[in-house]
C-alpha cells in the first residue's frame, strides 16, 4: 500500500538552528515527491517537486533531497518566519497525492 | 508563476442555502483541478478531481448531489455546496495542475472558510 510518513510529528527549534525535516515513502515506482509549506488558515505554498534519487533542490533556507526511500527538508539558519506546518507528498500511480500527516515546525526567537 | 486563486475566501451561510466557490488558475491553463476539505489539524482530503469539460471524478463517499463540480474552461472550476447543513462546516480548498508534459504538480489556492449556521 502506498504510504507516507512524515516525522518528526512538531519541531521546535531555536532561531538559527538548523535541522532536517524526514519523509519516507512507500509508493510502487515514484512518479514525483512533493513538498508544500501551509501557514494556519491557508491553502498549502508550493516548495519543491524532487523525481529521481540523488536530486536535490534548493530554495533560500530550505533544501529538499531525495532517496529512493526517503526525502530530507533541511533547514538552514531559520528564522520565525519559517514557522509552519511543512506537507510532504508522493504521486500514486494514478497521479493522484498521497499526503504525509505533515511536521510542524517551530521557530523561537 | 503558478498562482490559483479562491473567491470567496470565507463565506457564513444559513442552513439550507447553497453556496458557490469558484477556483482559477491565474498564469497557466489547468486541465485538472482538484478540491480538498480539510478540518482543523488534519491532512488534506480529495474530495474530487474535475477535467476540463468532462464530469468529475469523487472519492468514496463524497455525495456528488451535494457537491457539484463544474470545470467549464481551462482557468476555472466552481464547487457549489447544495443544500449547506452545519457539518458542511469546513476549510475548503481547489488545486490545479498545468496540462503540459507529464502529471507534475499541484498549485494550491488560498482555501475558503465556510460557516453553516
Known amino acids: 500500500e502506498d504510504q507516507v510518513t512524515q516525522s518528526p510529528e512538531a519541531l521546535r527549534l531555536q532561531e538559527g538552528e538548523s535541522s532536517s525535516l524526514n519523509c519516507s515513502y512507500t509508493v510502487s515506482g515514484l512518479r514525483g515527491l512533493f513538498w508544500y509549506r501551509q501557514d494556519p488558515g491557508k491553502g498549502p505554498e508550493f516548495l519543491f517537486t524532487l523525481y529521481s534519487a540523488g536530486e536535490e533542490k534548493e530554495k533560500e533556507r530550505l533544501k529538499a533531497t531525495l532517496t529512493k526511500k526517503e526525502s530530507f527538508l533541511h533547514i538552514t539558519a531559520p528564522k520565525p518566519e519559517d514557522s509552519a506546518t511543512y506537507l510532504c507528498a508522493v504521486h500514486d500511480s494514478n497521479y493522484q497525492l498521497i499526503w504525509g500527516a505533515g511536521t510542524k515546525l517551530i521557530i523561537k526567537p | 508563476g503558478a498562482v490559483v486563486s479562491q473567491h470567496p475566501s470565507r463565506v457564513i451561510c444559513k442552513s439550507g442555502t447553497s453556496v458557490k466557490i469558484e477556483c482559477r488558475s491565474l498564469?497557466?491553463?489547468?486541465?485538472?483541478m482538484f478540491w480538498y476539505r480539510q478540518f482543523p489539524k488534519q491532512s488534506l482530503m480529495l474530495m474530487a478531481t474535475s477535467n476540463e469539460g468532462s464530469k468529475a471524478t469523487y472519492e468514496q463517499g463524497v455525495e456528488k448531489d451535494k457537491f457539484l463540480i463544474n470545470h467549464a474552461s481551462l482557468t476555472l472550476s466552481t464547487l457549489t455546496v447544495t443544500s449547506a447543513h452545519p457539518e458542511d462546516s469546513s476549510f475548503y480548498i481547489c488545486?490545479?495542475?498545468?496540462?503540459?508534459?507529464?502529471?507534475?504538480?499541484?498549485?494550491f489556492g488560498p482555501g475558503t472558510r465556510l460557516t453553516v449556521l
Open positions: 488545486s490545479a495542475r498545468e496540462s503540459s508534459g507529464r502529471p507534475g504538480t499541484q498549485y
Open positions: 498564469d497557466f491553463q489547468a486541465t485538472t
